[in-house]
């Protein structure tokens, strides 16, 4: 207001007709609290003493917190152990300020408006939920209200009970609902895989079937609409796992038949019990020729040399998750050695471990397809020199070793045949009477080739009365002249006979002399 002279009044209209105050003509720096929102039209004017008058109006929108909006968070989530990050709508008032997060004790602000996504660190992994509120403040410091509080999983996990893994977590709250919650564990490969899909309302899993090692996992909460998910933190936990302290022993060795080991052990009664694995040395624990993964607990081991090397066999129980136990007694094989020296000269490996230790070992020939005892030795013996003449073996002799243990198991050697160079033992008279002694004339044979190799002749016995006549012919030397000829007794007297036999080595001996027949 331009006035030569003084300003007698001034007259304020604040435009808000019947409130109280409204029209105010005394200051001129005046002021109004409104009572409502809305356009207002303010006027001032002035007087002066002379009459002179002048007015000046603006028009202002006054506005409260109810016209600022609210919008909701989405999502909160855990990126790492200790930062979370919450997602949320984003503001679309005019007289934007700030946003506003709480979390109950401290405010984050964020200034500005295009940012609806922003990180918190914490000070460490939360043991405890924490709900957080949005706001939004204007340019006057007018804050709207809250949007729906957001509270984040936790996530915690123990081991009670072996080989399992239990986990619980908090819910998480904000939105109407939990779709499902995915549990994550990380893989061998240092990748997390979903191990479990669980309803929305289960806030608890059970991991088992688990080994002796560091599981690491998190869980997922999935929005109803499946467009957001929650991440809770990531915990881990080493199961309570037993392992198998049980020694495993071999029980037997023994050799079956020509280059067949028989191998057996104690039967696992470890309930994570997978398979067996059978180590296999030679000779000595200094050379290991094979591991063998087995589901029996028996073993036929046909890749072997038994008459030359003597084997070890360690046992071991391997468990579902790969691990070994230890192992107890070993089991080693028999190796027989054998030469013919003025007699059978064997010699043989001790047999090892039973747990009662051999009671004794003894020496069995074969007669003619049936093993007999010759000698019973003691627990230590470990040769033998067998002098003895079989009469019914005309062969080589064979023979093998037999191991009791105290406890009355067993193990067989392999079988060594020894021989030396063939002889004939001729008798110079039998007496086929019916007495059942001397019946028939028998050449006791040693060492040939009877029965070894069929196109050679390596026997042959003929029998010729005093006139020349060949009363008898075989080439069995098992078989001898009962006396007789063409189903009649031959008389007293004296016969010849003709005898030619081959020795192992192929080796002939021809024998001629005179038998005696007696009644």
Known sequence: IECDTLIKLFEWNFGEPGSSGNINSTDLNAWFKYNFIGSKTVQLMAESATGCRDSVSKTITLTDATSIDNPQINYISFIDNQTIELNFEKSAIDKFGQYQISDGSKIYDIQDQDETKVTIDLVKKPTNPSYYELRVEDYCQLVGEPSVAHCFIVLSISSTSSYENELHWTPYNGWSSVLQYNVYRMDMNGVFTKLATLDGATTKYVDDGLCDKIYEYYVEAVHPSEQYTSKSFKVSQRPIYIRNSNLSSIENVTVRGDNEIHIKWDKSDFDQFKNYQLLKYENSFEKLLEEIDLEDNFYFDNDVSTDVNSYIYQVVERDRCGYMNDPDKEGKSIVLTGMYKEGSVLNWTEYRNWESGVKKYNIESDKNGQYEVTY??????????????????????????HAISNDKDTSYSNTVCVFGNPKVLVPTAFTPNGDGINESFNPVCRFILSGELEEVNSFSLKIFNRWGEKVYESDDATRGWDGSYKNADCPEGVYLYQTTITGLEYNKIYLNGSITLLR
């Open 376 to 401: 019973e030795g003691h627990n230590t013996l470990q040769s033998y020199e067998d002098k003895k003449v079989y009469r019914e073996i005309s062969g080589k002799y064979c023979y093998r070793v």
